[in-house]
């Protein structure tokens, strides 16, 4: 009967699938755990209950959350929800604009920011320009193209089948122009046809095969040709998809109708779309053709301009990019979602995507041995907390990446690859969050809190959700402002003391005896759960085995409460025995050192662990590591 000492240092493998309990033989295995709720795991391989949520503001409803930085000192939120764009800054809401954009279509809008300005994009929507000026004003307008002598430099593309002929009655002035079969359609009333290359603008549609329109320039000649095309981009085409910024240049990713093709604008001169002939600066436009389905899906701008289509991610090349030597090359095939916008997130110079079957986070990263990206699936051995991902955001101070599911819960990411760390935890609350935006240092998400729609900000200084504090000079026992949380029981912390919980009516709360300052929120629970013990070398796998927890050993760090179950039901523990004695009705201590507990009985179910921490107490934990001493018997 071997006594075994199994110490466990980190989580830095993070919560591991039920999938891989007969694989003791993984690094992953003694890193990782069975299940880590609410908690944030530090690279340095600690984790510590997670950040409670400060409300912020109530959302009219649905929609999305977007990060907008002016400059390094001015940062904004933009809600996006149906018909407007509510925009916050330090949690004020400084204006609201109009736009056009209904609940259904949020989910597929994309975006990409330049300076003071946000471009805005949906396949079925005219694409927007949001910007903010110097004195503070916002607008947002349509894309306005560069115009020289009343001719658009906006994209064209030749739709029709390429036997059709155009016949202009005139080459100036007022015109009708005739189609040699039906190609014309109510919609292109006010769209620009460019014959033999020279503009004109539709003024009305008379039938499927002829138009009004007015010459912009004087056409070549009145007979009929087969040299025409139209913008590329209109109500009865459909619009741009995605765009980004890169090397100088506006790129657009794909259409409704065009949904393989890039634009490049000309260089240095970002709404000039005119292909000219072909010289260095010049606009570039291109169609990705192979042997699958490749609609474009997302654009980003890193060390080569990366596209992510719904089949393929690809790579294009060119120092600098120039209508001679672009070049486009596949680089592997997973496939971005369709039915929705993920944003694809740098972390550390990988791009990180989600994939088209929604159950994987890739990394999109570059080698120097292969002279071409790699994408590694992140969520390999966390595929259970991965699935149907609605949106995304990477804190960078914290080194999470949050991954926000369709079911409202979210996945985070440590993420820190010069130590070799991707540890992932699940995050839940009383509610279904739908969003996630970093704004600077800042992690806000949106949360539908029973039919409620709040914005929330992540605070380390809370240990509730929704929440809000309250500060007074002199102790009080009634405390308002509380709106957001109507009918709800909330928990109370007053002056550093957990309170018994409170109904919030009509927007207050009354706390006896009174205090001085309370957080006032909705409670969540942290768990942690190691996986089973490795005995790998004690008989095989260890299957089988009977295994005796003698005792356990926790090392913790700045902790207020910790409630333990070893086998026979959870109990607090009395930490202020590591630590000054805690008087009674006073603030908890914050202890940090070794907590030993003796433990009982022979459990022979080697799939379970042998210890579990489940704390809904909003007070400070932090768990460095734990240490097991074992027995085991066959």
Not at 83 to 95: E, M, R
Not at 377 to 398: I, K, N, Y
Not at 444 to 459: F, H, K, P, S
């Amino acid at each position: 009967m071997p006594r075994i000492r199994q110490d466990k240092t980190n989580f830095t493998a993070g919560e591991i699938s039920r999938r891989l309990l007969g694989r003791s033989d993984l690094r992953a295995y003694d890193n990782g755990a069975l299940t880590l709720r609410n908690v944030f795991i530090h690279p340095t391989g600690g984790l510590t209950r997670r950040a409670g949520m400060a409300y912020a503001a109530t959302a009219p409803g649905p929609g999305r959350l977007v990060a907008f930085e002016f400059n390094t000192e001015q940062t904004y939120l933009l809600a996006f929800s149906e018909g407007k764009i509510d925009i916050y800054q330090a949690d004020i809401l400084v204006t609201t604009v109009t736009a056009p954009w209904t609940a259904a279509q949020i989910t597929q809008i994309t975006w990409t920011q330049s300076a003071d300005t946000l471009l805005i994009c949906h396949p079925e929507a005219g694409p927007r320009k949001l910007t903010r000026s110097g004195l503070g004003v916002w607008t947002l307008a349509p894309w306005a193209y560069f115009t020289e002598s009343d001719l658009v430099r906006q994209p064209y593309y030749r739709f029709g089948d390429t036997a059709v002929t155009l016949t202009p009655s005139a080459t100036s002035g007022a015109i009708s122009v005739t189609a040699s079969a039906a190609v014309f359609d109510p919609l292109h009333d006010g769209t620009r046809l460019r014959i033999a290359g020279k503009q004109v603008l539709v003024t009305g549609v008379v039938s499927a095969t002829q138009v009004h329109a007015t010459c912009q320039e004087t056409l070549s000649a009145t007979a009929a040709t087969a040299n025409w095309d139209e913008q590329a981009f209109s109500a009865l085409r459909g619009w741009p998809v995605s765009a980004a910024f890169h090397q100088d240049r506006l790129v657009i990713g794909g259409s409704r109708d065009l949904p393989n093709r890039l634009w490049l604008s000309r260089s240095a001169d970002l709404w000039n779309f005119d292909l000219g002939t072909g010289e260095d600066d010049e606009a570039i436009e291109f169609g990705i053709l192979s042997d699958q389905v490749n609609a474009i899906r997302a654009l980003f701008s890193g060390r080569h301009l990366q596209v992510f289509t719904s089949g393929a991610e690809w790579m294009v090349t060119g120092d600098p990019l120039t209508p001679q030597n672009i070049q486009l090359n596949r680089q592997t095939r997973i496939g971005s979602p369709t039915d929705r916008s993920v944003a694809p997130r740098d972390v550390d110079g990988a791009t990180l995507f989600v994939s088209r079957n929604g159950r994987e986070i890739r990394e999109f990263l570059y080698t120097i041995t292969e002279q071409a990206y790699q994408s590694t699936d992140l969520a390999l051995l966390a595929r259970h907390l991965v699935h149907d991902p609605v949106d995304q955001d990477f804190d960078q101070q914290r080194r999470l990446l949050l991954v926000v599911m369709a079911d409202g819960s979210a996945a985070v990411l440590t993420a820190y690859r010069a130590e070799q760390v991707t540890a992932w935890t699940r995050l839940e609350t009383d509610g279904a969050l739908a969003s996630v935006a970093v704004v600077g240092n800042q992690v806000y998400c949106l949360v539908d809190r029973a039919g409620t729609w709040t914005i929330e900000r992540l605070d380390d200084d809370l240990a509730l959700d929704a929440a809000l504090v309250g500060d007074s000079e002199t102790p009080e026992d009634t405390w308002s402002g509380l709106d957001h949380l109507e009918g709800r029981t909330v928990t109370v912390v007053a002056d550093g003391v957990v309170r018994p919980d409170a109904i919030v009516a009509v927007g207050q709360i009354v706390v006896d005896p009174p205090a001085a300052h309370v957080e006032v929120g909705l409670p969540f629970t942290h768990a942690i759960e190691p996986l089973p013990p490795n005995l790998l070398g004690q008989g095989g796998t260890g299957a089988g085995l009977a295994v005796r927890l003698i005792e356990v050993v926790f090392r913790v760090e700045q902790t207020a409460a910790l409630r333990v179950d070893l086998g026979r039901g959870p109990y607090e523990l009395p930490l202020h025995r590591l630590g000054p004695v805690a008087l009674p009705e006073a603030a908890p201590v914050l202890v940090s050192g070794d907590r030993r507990l003796k433990a009982l009985g022979w459990p022979r179910d080697g799939t379970k662990p042998l210890w579990r921490i489940e704390q809904e107490t909003p007070l400070p934990f932090t768990l460095l590591s734990a240490t097991t001493f074992l027995k085991v018997d066959d």
